[in-house]
């Protein structure tokens, strides 16, 4: 049975853009934008997650965020096209079911000492979620907020999920680096048609500083 499964999912030849979206919280609110954003835009879009299967009128309820990965599967070779979009809810208990999926995005909204249940210790939980994030195709990071009291690791998690990602970096803090740190960034960002930017203290930053990040932020040259 195993051995047809996987025949049959790597004949797919269906492939619609991928996006996942992973976290502690905030995922539902996430994926249900993006559909409604797609949908706005007269784009092909299925949403799997928490709340069900939904694509155009259908709507089916599921056991699990994750649903098994031959029912992601079979969703995709039914209804969908390689002009269409999937997003995704991702639990980091459901990693087996999406293993052998390429996303095209994934989305990581914050890391937040939830599932320890499950998981036992924020490490394990963070090397979940650092599983999910190496599904990546095309090693695209996302902009995302570590929110949480000082000293929990947050600095570190993000460079960390950098590192795995094997991207550029540079560290900034909103308040003891002044303008001129940040047009170092900009530059470097330019020379290298890329950078993630890893910023300490961001509630803080001013708003000279926004405008002179906002432009590049948008253009995704820095994230």
Known sequence: MKKYLKNYINNLNIHPTIIGVTGSNGKTSTTTIIYNILKHLNKKVMLIGTNGVYFEFINLKTRNTTISNLSIHYLINKYLDNDSYLIMELSSQGYERIKNIKFDYIIYTNLDNEH???????????????????????????????????????????????????????????????????????????????????????????????????PYLESGLIT
Do not use: W
Request: net charge positive.
């Open 116 to 214: 320890l249940d499950y998981h036992k210790t924020m490490n394990n939980y963070f090397k979940a979620k650092i599983k999910i994030l190496n599904l990546v195709k095309n090693k695209k990071l996302f902009s995302m907020i570590l929110y949480g009291n000082p000293g929990i690791g947050k600095t570190s998690i993000a460079i960390a999920i950098i590192n795995e990602l094997g991207l550029r970096y540079r560290m900034l803090n909103a308040v003891i680096n002044n303008k001129k740190d940040f047009d170092v960034v900009v530059e470097e960002a330019k020379m290298y048609n890329g950078l993630v930017l890893v910023m300490d203290e961001i509630h803080r930053l001013n708003k000279d500083k926004q405008d002179l990040l906002l």
